[in-house]
T-cell receptor, first 107, second 114 residues
Framework: KNEVEQSPQNLTAQEGEFITINCSYS?????LHWLQQHPGGGIVSLFM???GKKKHGRLIATINIQEKHSSLHITASHPRDSAVYIC?????????FGTGTRLQVFP | DAGVTQSPTHLIKTRGQQVTLRCSPK?????VSWYQQALGQGPQFIFQ???????QRGNFPDRFSGHQFPNYSSELNVNALWLGDSALYLC?????????????FGPGTRLTVL
């Protein structure tokens, strides 16, 4: 079993839909990252959080430390949101990554 | 302010050859971590360099080695390449080695081993 599990693996949506991507982890962490990876490979950090909730534009990330679970929400999704979204946790000074959720948003 | 840069962007090698990948960290950052991302998978931690020393290492064989220079740039060397080494190699930099320090990623080097 992977130490960081994401669901779903693939997600398609119509423009405007509300998107939720989930991440569960089984190790102790000091922080959790949500990352976005576009075709071609470059990774952009969206959020780093260790408790509660963060919001940036149409993106919202929440974490429940007791349940070892985090969610990434995208409101009013747009085709430019199409990418792979990766959850990664800080464990003993290194990052452990989930396998990613591939999101496609159609007009 | 330049972000993390990596070179080359793409590379094709044959089995048994050796390869060197390069990373320049974000300005002001002193710590560099390397990751391997196979197709369809999440990145896997290779190792981390701080103060010119390998500070942590993931589950990768000794064929994978690295170096950090006084200007904090870093190299990843892979000897005796296997087909399975084909992947996107990502470099990330941060300020210091504390667990909660944010890491900034480079665009990656895509290595293909034939």
């Amino acid at each position: 079993k992977n130490e960081v599990e994401q669901s779903p693996q693939n997600l398609t949506a119509q423009e405007g839909e509300f998107i939720t991507i989930n991440c569960s982890y089984s190790v102790g962490i000091s922080a959790l990252h949500w990352l976005q990876q576009h075709p071609g490979g470059g990774i952009v950090s969206l959020f780093m959080l260790s408790s509660g909730k963060k919001k940036h534009g149409r993106l919202i990330a929440t974490i429940n430390i007791q349940e070892k679970h985090s969610s990434l929400h995208i409101t009013a999704s747009h085709p430019r949101d199409s990418a792979v979204y990766i959850c990664a946790v800080h464990n003993t000074d290194k990052l452990i990554f989930g396998t990613g959720t591939r999101l496609q948003v159609f007009p | 302010d330049a972000g993390v840069t990596q070179s080359p962007t793409h590379l094709i090698k044959t089995r048994g050859q050796q390869v060197t990948l390069r990373c320049s960290p974000k300005s002001g950052h002193d710590t560099v971590s390397w990751y391997q991302q196979a197709l369809g998978q999440g990145p896997q931690f290779i190792f981390q360099y701080y103060e010119e020393e390998e500070r942590q290492r993931g589950n990768f064989p000794d064929r994978f080695s690295g170096h950090q220079f006084p200007n904090y740039s870093s190299e990843l060397n892979v000897n005796a390449l296997w087909l399975g080494d084909s992947a996107l190699y990502l470099c990330a930099s941060s300020l210091g080695v504390l667990a909660n320090n944010e890491q900034f990623f480079g665009p990656g080097t895509r290595l293909t081993v034939l």
